[in-house]
């Protein structure tokens, strides 16, 4: 997984509406803005955050002047769509990759342009379970994929169960004729399944936190 640093939910909603604000009005949002927009209980959380978003990089602050917040473009970000949900602990169905890019999803986050690589085929989605946590992949969180069914030993990938129809989010094996899909947790056992019961949908880049 990369090593770019990560935005919580929340820093992804302020800096997306920092972005659109500034594209609609020429100008750079208030902090009263921004909570106002992003729905924040407080101007301190506000502030809270976008020293964050300072300290990653992402834009720049004069807090003697309002108004002063500006993008860095270092790090310009790309909008990536939610696609929908994945079981990280009881494997769900997710959509299929016929369906990938066919359609408009309402949900989407921002991501650093060199995690996209400039793929058209990067997608998101939201995490259910805990069976990844012990590699900083918590219930709620957000990863990012590349849609692709290429893989390497030890990949965190989607992997569609063919005989169950459900998708699961874990580490990946060859093991001989069949394939290991192994939980990071270790409470939990791996999932066993021959070869060509598995197919990948897509390989983890980026992980986004939750609240």
């Known amino acids: 997984m990369t090593t770019a640093k990560s935005l919580s939910t929340k820093q992804q909603s302020i800096l997306r509406f920092i972005r659109n604000f500034i594209r609609d009005h020429d100008y750079p949002p208030s902090i009263r803005d921004i909570q106002d927009g992003c729905s924040i209980s407080s101007t301190s959380v506000v502030d809270y955050n976008l020293k964050s ?65 400039g793929h058209d085929n990067v997608f998101a989605l939201r995490v259910k379970g805990t069976s990844m946590i012990d590699a900083l992949v918590n219930d709620g969180d957000i990863v990012v994929l590349e849609g692709t069914n290429a893989w390497d030993d030890g990949d965190m990938v989607a992997a569609w169960i063919k005989s169950n129809g459900e998708t699961t989010l874990k580490r990946i094996y060859h093991e001989g004729a069949r394939i290991r899909l192994q939980p990071a947790n270790v409470t939990m056992e791996p999932i066993y399944a021959k070869a060509d019961d598995v197919e990948v949908q897509g390989r983890v880049l980026y992980r986004i936190g939750g609240f």
């Open 53 to 117: 978003l300072e300290r990653a990089g992402y834009i720049r602050r004069d807090r003697e002047v309002s108004r002063a917040i500006e993008l860095v473009g270092r790090k310009r970000a790309v909008s990536v769509p939610v696609v929908g949900q994945i079981a990280a602990g009881v494997p769900i169905p997710v959509p299929s990759a016929e369906t990938w890019g066919a359609q408009e999803y309402e949900d989407s986050v921002e991501v650093p342009s060199d995690v996209a690589g």
